[in-house]
């Protein structure tokens, strides 16, 4: 039962471009997420978060949107630069107070320059 | 402050032994998780500990264990290694209050089970 689900294994996007990393969820009882950023060989970077109680939250180039309706969040990348290759995870909490996460697969992204 | 460390790096062991895992959180996070990470299943959580209690436990067998010290630092213990227990473990570290805080990654200890 995958609470996360990212349905992009990989995705390519040009240098300059916007890249846009797509999350679903199917818990309700969500209500905070994060992004992380993995490099191969390294632990996972703590990229950028939203509470449910904001449907927008902006740090630089990072923009994250969380949709409740539709139990969709994203990441906009913008604009992408050739660093910000790597395998990008979305995660919620996985609840009873705890700090355990609950990741999607992870979205490989490639920018091609 | 220094980050979340994790030893060892590597590590190469044969089905059916054992191994230990440690892991040294960020000064003054009282919590630690641990993930395993594997092509197939990507990361997924083993568990949690805050103030040397276990609060959270992911879906995998009793093989897995860990424990937590006074001094905040985690140990993970995999007993009676499989071919399928290879992969990167990932610590975490985090203030440990709420459950909406951001968590540390260590770089991983990469195991091989031959």
């Known amino acids: 039962d995958q609470q996360v689900k990212q349905n992009s294994p990989s995705l390519s996007v040009q240098e300059g471009r916007i890249s846009i990393l797509n999350c679903d969820y199917t818990?309700?009882?969500?209500?905070?997420f994060l992004w992380y950023k993995k490099y191969p060989a390294e632990g996972p970077t703590f990229l950028i978060s939203i509470s449910s109680i904001k449907d927008k939250n902006e740090d630089g180039r990072f923009t994250v949107f969380l949709n409740k309706s539709a139990k969709h969040l994203s990441l906009h990348i913008v604009p992408s630069q050739p660093g910000d290759s790597a395998v990008y995870f979305c995660?919620?909490?996985?609840?009873?107070?705890?700090?355990?996460?609950?990741f999607g697969k992870g979205t490989h992204l490639i920018i091609q320059p | 402050k220094a980050g979340v460390t994790q030893t060892p790096r590597y590590l190469i062991k044969t089905r059916g032994q054992q191994v230990t895992l440690s892991c040294s959180p960020i000064s003054g996070h009282r919590s630690v998780s641990w993930y395993q990470q594997t092509p197939g299943q990507g990361l997924q959580f083993l568990f949690e500990y805050f103030s040397e209690t276990q609060r959270n436990k992911g879906n995998f067998p009793g093989r897995f264990s860990g424990r937590q010290f006074s001094n905040s630092r985690s140990e993970m213990n995999v007993s009676t290694l499989e071919l399928g227990d290879s992969a990167l473990y990932l610590c975490?570290?985090?203030?440990?209050?709420?459950?909406?805080?951001?968590?540390?990654f260590g770089p991983g200890t990469r195991l091989l089970v031959l």
């Open positions: 975490a570290s985090s203030s440990g209050g709420s459950g909406e805080e951001t968590q540390y």
């Open positions: 995660a919620a909490p996985s609840g009873g107070g705890a700090d355990g996460l609950t």
């Open positions: 818990n309700s009882m969500f209500d905070y």
